[in-house]
């Protein structure tokens, strides 16, 4: 038995889960994997996740980290662990890290993806994994406005309302890809963004407001003015839950 | 109002199904549906399925035709029914068909596709929609073996123990392809099979003994006197529901 502090990289589909955060009554990702390991260690375990995923949203990349003491080498944790969660959780990696290292504040930034079909039939096999955008999309123009959103910007106009207000607003979006997949249905788009860290809801209510240029809502050219205002109800709705997919955490 | 025969084409996600089949304390494909029929028809509809899948099969394409009276012209019944049934099942085609036509009985053949993930990893997106294969398959000798398989012969062998045995075991295989997919954490392998019909767990039982093959447990050679054996106990285990998706139907 000897403490060590763990990084664990996580996938899940998050259907069945009131998001990431351990809530009293509610079914979690991290009150899942917690169970697990406090099981496994004998003694309460929290983890520090780097993402708080609302409820239904889903990830192949996600980052915790915590302390705890186990009787068994860091290379058995995987095994005895993927065991004990839910099959729709799959700790896909366990590294020891130095006692300094936090999943959190260590991050210096995040990719997501976000899956929208764009066709008149509904799939089935979708339904929690994609958004559903019947009227057709021009692509191009979601495109030409994804420009506007790349770089270093005040973002208030793509955060929640009701965020803290003493926070600031300002974050640098690296790359927002528009990647149209094979889809035999209709079309799909795949919207990746990948930034130094997201406001509450950013990522939903960068595609909603994209998803809104699609469909001749918002002019394309309308959007550098919109992120200027910083007034979240000038920008688009916000994108469902289930189209969204953690895809990345950065460490130096 | 007028009386009509109808075909459905139907899809759907089999996970939260107990099968296709209508049964009276359980959650079925075919009791959903006609839960739907039965509101927009104002009487109570039976609809009749070309294929009975099991509990978690899914269908991209099952075909079922019932007869019925609507107030609506047929081209709207596609849409009032997608409205009414669960989010997991989606109607793609209402035909209007001639009053002898029988979705089970007219039926000629049908196409099967069946999904492993041959991988060390779970992976939280597939636990309900593929077959999780952990020891390394070889595909090769799984081909070779599959190349016994087609043609016409009695499949006793392939029959789930204690079917009616008085029903003729005969059938004939069109074809049987095994293409690998990319997948990016591991392999994966998709089986489809093509027939004039299927035993009940044929297919099951065709790709489990076709796993086995691949695990060394059987070799590809024995394939063809396990099927001259008509003996159940000779072929490979079951192959598990959540892979087996029904992809085709065909009608003359």
Request: net charge negative; hydrophobic share 35%.
């Amino acid at each position: 038995m000897n403490k060590r502090n763990i990084l664990l990289k996580i996938q899940y589909d998050g259907t069945n889960y009131c998001g990431w955060q351990r809530q009293p009554e509610e079914v979690t990702v991290q009150g899942e994997i917690e169970r697990a390991l406090s099981i496994l260690c004998a003694q309460e375990i929290t983890i520090n996740g780097c993402s708080r995923t609302d409820t239904g949203v889903h990830a192949f990349s996600q980052m915790a980290s915590f302390i705890g003491e186990f009787a068994i080498p860091t290379e058995n944790i995987k095994y005895a662990l993927n065991n004990l969660v839910n099959d729709d959780i799959y700790i896909s990696d366990v590294i020891e890290v130095d006692e300094e290292f936090h999943a959190r504040f260590n991050c210096i930034g995040k990719k997501y993806r976000y899956e929208i079909i764009n066709s008149v039939n509904r799939d089935p096999f979708y339904i929690n994994r994609a958004y559903f955008v019947r009227k057709p999309l021009n692509f191009e123009n979601m495109r030409k406005a994804a420009g506007s959103i790349v770089g270093k910007k005040d973002f208030a106009s793509f955060q929640a309302a009701g965020s803290n207000p003493r926070e600031t607003t300002v974050r640098t979006i690296y790359n927002l890809d528009l990647i149209e997949e094979d889809y035999p249905d209709g079309r799909k788009l795949v919207i990746e963004v990948a930034g130094d860290g997201f406001l509450y809801n950013m990522v939903r209510i960068i595609v909603g407001t994209l998803v809104d240029v699609g469909l001749g809502r918002i002019e394309s050219s309308e959007v550098k003015d919109i992120i200027a205002s910083c007034d979240r109800t000038k920008a688009g709705h916000t994108a469902p839950p289930q189209g969204l997919y953690l895809k990345e955490v950065y460490y130096e």
